[in-house]
Nanobody, 126 residues
Framework: QVQLVESGGGLVQPGGTLRLACAAS?????????IAWFRQAPGKEREGVSA????????HYADAVKGRFTISRDGPKNTVYLQMNSLNSEDTAVYYC??????????????????WGQGTQVTVSS
């Protein structure tokens, strides 16, 4: 059974940085996955932020975070990171790590992801 545990959230000032981590376990070594970060702000729908393929390391980003966020993966540790720079108030949300068998689908529809972490709060405020 795949399990995902997020860490690294917190309170940061506008313009600041945070790095989120997603520790994954239970992956089948012969399969490939898309591991993604989603976020959900109060009163808004959950939206895809970024994803990375376990097959070849290809990365994907939502337009809102391109150039500011970087997703990466430490294979041996099976941990996926989301480096977030130049944070602003619109980035305030609960951030979730998720995984699905297969490749990333354009637009990062959350319904296609089978496994979810518990979420970590990111608050950008002065």
């Amino acid at each position: 059974q795949v399990q995902l545990v997020e860490s690294g959230g917190g309170l940061v000032q506008p313009g600041g940085t945070l790095r989120l981590a997603c520790a994954a376990s239970g992956f089948t070594s012969s399969s490939y996955y898309s591991i993604a970060w989603f976020r959900q702000a109060p009163g808004k729908e959950r939206e895809g932020v970024s994803a990375i393929e376990t097959s070849d390391g290809a990365t994907h980003y939502a337009d809102a975070v391109k150039g500011r966020f970087t997703i990466s993966r430490d294979g041996p540790k099976n941990t996926v990171y989301l480096q977030m720079n130049s944070l602003n108030s619109e980035d305030t949300a609960v951030y979730y790590c998720a995984a699905r068998h297969g490749f990333t689908v354009s637009g990062l529809p959350p319904d296609l992801y089978d496994y979810w972490g518990q979420g970590t709060q990111v608050t950008v405020s002065s």
